[in-house]
């Protein structure tokens, strides 16, 4: 039975201090009991011969001094089993649906030890989201982490829910199974996450951790941590294909600029702290392939960015560590697009990998490639035709403005539901493509044009 | 006071543990609690040590031992470093994951060198010779190249006896009068510097065959370069380019930091790659350092370290060596990590005060250098750095540009623009240029800075008269100013694109670099000339000839064609009435 300590001398935010314990392991999982009975967790943050910090996950409120402190000789584990497919676990993983409690197969290590690199395997088997804007233009494969970078009231929640509806890989009739970590939404967005996992069905092949909006912000710290450790079992041990849904990393970054500043700790681009970098790696680079293992795990981070800044350091830091963004744009927003993705900022490092022949089809990169510089091209004709009108356009020029705009209504613009396989986003590429003059397709290949252009598929 | 090899631990936050008991001497490596983590002693105060843990801390209690090991943190040099992949801290990848599987988990050690492999060595030394520091002992091949066995700086004598056959690093090949047994492998501390005879002037290019790099920015062997890896400019091909063709023979990469799925991609790609001058595979030359952004912290700030050791190895056997350091922003983010854990005043952003001279530090480590064997060998440094938010200003890419001679500045509008390699010509510079340009005249042509010059002039005519452009249309432009845009256009598009997927594109001679670009140059004093006697630009414009010197690049007689296209475009312009 471990030791119970009365003597903490301070408590300061989210910390706890205690003296004259015996040697008190770093990271060891604690317990707190209050006077009135209840039981607070924490971990211990820093420790020595002389007082021993401890971070308390579900806040501080109602502790006092002769609380008693038991060190419980361990690290924060979590409890793995096949059954968690279908629950509903907090942001510290104890059950919330009422189910009966998980019984453990295995208790994982938290804090994820980091992939040999030397062990990892390339990613690139197509992930088919159904999404034009993201199958056509941002390739995602499997093992890759791809966040939204989004903005408040925009759409970011539904476009994660339907990648996580429709994604497949061609060729497999296994589904993804989803780890899904709310950070500090609102308990009105959770619902709205249960109910379309409960109308789709998905909640059979999920496994849900909610810490809300009033939940603590430590316990922040530790959700997305669960969640990957319970990805990393249905991944590696159980030879799943697992696709994790984050939301909301800005969330969890107040909570870890919070820990920094009651630790008094030296802040670094805007008060976070120094070491958001390797924290936020820790948890993106727990995404990925291992030679030799069935599973993967693929990543959906979501983020808010702070006033639309894409320099605030939170979307940077994470820019550095994933593999490309799907950028959210509140232009498409407002005209009523969805999903409003903004295709010229947004990229996949990864899309070369997983696209083309073998993958999803010959044309596709040099589809996308022009694709892409058509609409950069219309888009720059519409500061233009600002100043100068639309009938001062050459009649080639009147085409590109026209490519942006239907591009932005038919190949972004989709509904909720809609479900487009490969094929179809290629081919309406190549139906946009078809309105600009053939000469002005300089990025593709004089063969793809004869196989695929709409004036020759016709004969 | 404290005098034992060990004492114990008093206290443990995060990667930064304090020890009581235990006396060892700065960076000396200890042994951390019962699982033996690595770590290095980086501050004394009074009785306590404060030693920085390269593995995950967790678990770790006040009260369990520390152990010093009595030396520096150090790396194995000998033969087998080439085609290895290490952590930070030179333990070799593939056999931690035979150890330990697929993650990289705490308190094992490898050592950097295969025990159990025998190479074959051939003495070049024989009894009574009289050795120093530094020279080379024999031979042994390795990989793509002949290693030099080098007797460890510092240590003299007489050769009592050498033999040849074949031996493991850790075994005897030979003793001097001193007592000192010469073996293959010898140890050296990663943060010392390998002692040199003398520092050359950097005045030999690095010979990349990327017509960008050499004609308009070249680097000096020996030389620093930066590039800014913001998300998504073509970083990884322009480093695999340089890898692949630049005329150094040995390869360091250093991932600092970055991602495992972008270092799995290195991985495949360079055991894939084929050493253009071998044949072999590029990793027969080439040492890979992985040290991922969620590997331990203290050990990406140690990896930087690891890697230009193991460069300055090869360097002192004559080589010329290239080290990628990707990224630098990164490695001085482990700085600023580790340094606030210490509670160290914080200088600009967070970032310790004494990270401009870490930086020029290890910078200095690079350079052409008489060695201490007698023969000249070079280190130069690419450094990316990964400016956040794409500021320019933060204190890592300002200290960086503080140093390096050369700023490639890879671009993602042109990357966007498909034209690689992405480096835009108007932000980059190379301070190397003048002291290259006496190389330059010798070895390639007479009136190379000239013509350099005339090139980097145009470009920036251009990009003055496309503002006016921007304005008013180019039509109403003055022709001369048209025809300026236009020769523009062919130093872009014609010589500054080139494909690295090509066959003959990917690589491009000196000399062949010249000849275009003087073509070029030509073509723009013939059009001038017919501009002043009023042959209207159009016409000049779609000559054959300016066509076909666009397309040459990519044809097997490039080189012939290029004589053959001055008589054919003076024929061409004659027929305008030139």
């Known amino acids: ?459 | 006071m404290a005098s034992g090899k060990s004492g114990r631990i008093s206290r443990v936050a995060g990667p930064v543990v304090t020890a009581e008991g235990v006396s060892p001497r700065m960076y000396d490596v200890v042994l951390v609690g019962e699982l033996k983590l690595m770590g290095e002693v980086i501050k004394l105060v009074g009785d306590k040590t404060v030693i920085q843990v390269y593995e995950d801390t967790s678990g770790i209690r006040p009260g369990e031992a520390v152990v010093d090991t009595g030396a520096p943190l150090q790396v194995e040099l000998g033969p087998g470093l080439l085609s290895s992949i290490y952590d930070g801290v030179q333990r070799p990848l593939p056999v931690l994951m035979a150890k330990q599987g697929d993650f990289v988990s705490r308190g094992v050690t490898a050592p950097g060198l295969d025990r159990s492999k025998k190479w074959k060595f051939k003495p070049t030394v024989k009894k009574g010779d009289d050795l120093h520091g530094g020279m080379v002992v024999g031979e042994v091949p390795e990989g793509n190249i002949v290693h030099k066995v080098l007797l460890p700086p510092g240590v003299d004598g007489k050769v009592t006896d050498i033999s040849e056959g074949e031996f493991t690093v850790e075994e005897r090949v030979g003793s001097l009068d001193t007592g000192h047994a010469i073996k293959l492998a010898h140890n050296w501390p990663v943060r010392s510097p390998r002692p040199y005879l003398e520092k050359l002037l950097p005045d030999i290019p690095l010979v990349t065959g990327q017509r960008v790099l050499d004609t308009l920015f070249p680097l000096a062997k020996g030389g620093t370069a930066a590039i800014p890896g913001g998300f998504g400019t073509g970083k990884t091909v322009t480093s695999q380019q340089l890898s692949k063709w630049s005329d150094a023979q040995i390869v360091v990469y250093v991932g600092c930091g970055e991602r495992g799925n972008e270092m799995t991609e290195v991985l495949t790609t360079f055991s894939e790659l084929e050493d253009p001058k071998t044949g072999k595979p590029l990793m027969g030359r080439t040492v890979l350092i992985a040290n991922t952004s969620n590997m331990p912290v203290a050990a990406r700030e140690a990896s930087v370290y690891t890697g230009i050791t193991i460069a300055e190895y090869y360097r002192d056997m004559g080589y010329d060596v290239s080290l990628m350091a990707d990224s630098t922003s990164r490695w001085a983010e482990a700085m600023r990590e580790i340094s606030s854990r210490l509670e160290e005043m914080p200088g600009e952003e967070g970032y310790p005060a004494y990270l401009a001279s870490r930086l020029s530090e290890f910078y200095e480590r690079c350079g052409r250098v008489n060695t201490l064997a007698g023969p000249t060998g070079s280190i130069s440094v690419i450094g990316a750095v990964s400016p956040s938010g794409g500021d320019f200003s933060e204190p890592v890419t300002q200290n960086t540009l503080r140093i390096v001679k050369v700023f490639w500045a890879l671009d993602s509008k042109l990357r966007e623009r498909r034209h690689f390699p992405a480096i835009n010509w108007l932000t980059s510079y190379s301070l190397y240029s003048p002291m290259l340009e006496e190389w330059y005249r010798r070895n390639v042509a007479e009136d190379w800075s000239p013509l350099r010059l005339w090139a980097m002039e145009t470009l920036q005519k251009e990009s003055e008269l496309q503002e006016v452009v921007q304005l008013v249309g180019s039509d109403a432009l003055p022709e001369e100013q048209r025809l300026t845009l236009e020769v523009a256009r062919m130093i872009r598009e014609f010589f500054l694109q080139q494909s690295a997927y090509h066959a003959v594109d990917t690589y491009s001679p000196l000399k062949r670099q010249y000849e275009y670009m003087n073509a070029i140059r030509r073509f723009s004093d013939l059009s001038k000339k017919a501009i002043s006697l009023e042959v209207p630009l159009d016409k000049i414009v779609a000559l054959k000839v300016r066509a076909d010197l666009g397309k040459l690049k990519f044809e097997e007689t490039i080189d012939a064609d290029l004589k053959t296209i001055l008589g054919e475009m003076d024929r061409q312009f004659a027929g305008l009435g030139v």
């Open chain 1, 1 to 459: 039975m471990a030791k119970e300590y009365h003597t903490i001398n301070q408590i300061a935010g989210p910390l706890v201090f205690v003296e004259k314990t015996e040697p008190v392991a770093y990271g060891e999982l604690v317990s707190i009991a209050l006077p009135d009975g209840s039981i607070k967790r924490g971990q211990v943050l820093d420790t020595s011969d002389d007082v021993v910090v401890i971070q308390v996950f579900e806040g501080t409120g109602g502790i006092d001094r002769a609380s008693g402190v038991k060190f419980l000789g361990e690290t924060v584990k979590m409890p793995v089993s096949k059954d968690m497919l279908g629950r509903i676990l907090s942001g510290s993983g104890d059950p919330l649906d009422k189910g009966p409690p998980i019984i453990p197969e295995k208790r994982l290590e938290i804090i994820g030890a980091a992939i040999n690199p030397y062990a990892r395997d390339n990613p690139q088997e197509f992930i088919q989201t159904g999404i034009s804007s993201i199958d056509g233009m941002n390739t995602l494969v499997r093992g890759q982490k791809l966040p939204i970078f989004s903005g408040s009231g925009l759409p970011h929640n539904d476009i994660a829910l339907q990648i996580a509806r429709q994604a497949k890989v061609l060729g497999e009739k296994e589904e993804f199974a989803v780890v899904f970590a709310a950070m500090g939404i609102t308990s009105e967005e959770a619902q709205y996450f249960m109910k379309d996992f409960e109308r789709t069905g998905a909640l059979k092949k999920a496994v849900v951790f909610l810490n809300l909006a009033d939940d603590p912000a430590i316990e922040r710290l530790l959700t997305p941590k669960l969640a990957l450790t319970t990805a990393e079992y249905l991944a590696f041990d159980l030879g799943m294909h697992v696709l994790v849904i984050l939301t909301d990393l800005t969330n969890y970054c107040e909570a870890l600029r919070q820990i920094g500043a009651a630790r008094e700790e030296v802040p670094a681009r805007r008060g976070y702290p120094g070491y958001m970098y390797t924290d936020l790696a820790s948890l993106y680079e727990r995404a990925g392939r291992i030679k030799g293992k069935r599973g993967s795990i693929t990543q959906f981070p979501i983020l808010s960015m702070p006033g639309d800044d894409i320099t605030h350091p939170i979307p940077d830091l994470t820019g550095y560590i994933t593999e490309g963004q799907i950028v959210a744009s509140r232009d498409l927003h407002r005209q009523g697009i969805y999903p409003p993705v903004a295709v010229e900022r947004s990229l996949s490092r990864l899309m070369g990998q997983g696209i083309g022949p073998g993958h999803t089809r010959e044309d596709h990169r040099a589809v996308s490639d022009q694709l892409y510089a058509a609409y950069a091209e219309g888009r720059d004709l519409r500061g233009l035709v600002a100043i100068v009108g639309k009938e001062a356009l050459s009649e080639r020029d009147r085409k590109f403005l026209d490519f942006a705009a239907a591009f932005e209504d038919r190949f972004v613009r989709q509904t909720k539901d809609e479900d487009r396989s490969i094929q179809q986003t290629l081919d309406l590429g190549w139906e946009l493509l078809s309105a600009l003059p053939v000469d002005a397709l300089t990025k593709i290949d004089r063969k793809f044009i004869e196989k695929y252009h709409p004036m020759n598929r016709k004969k």
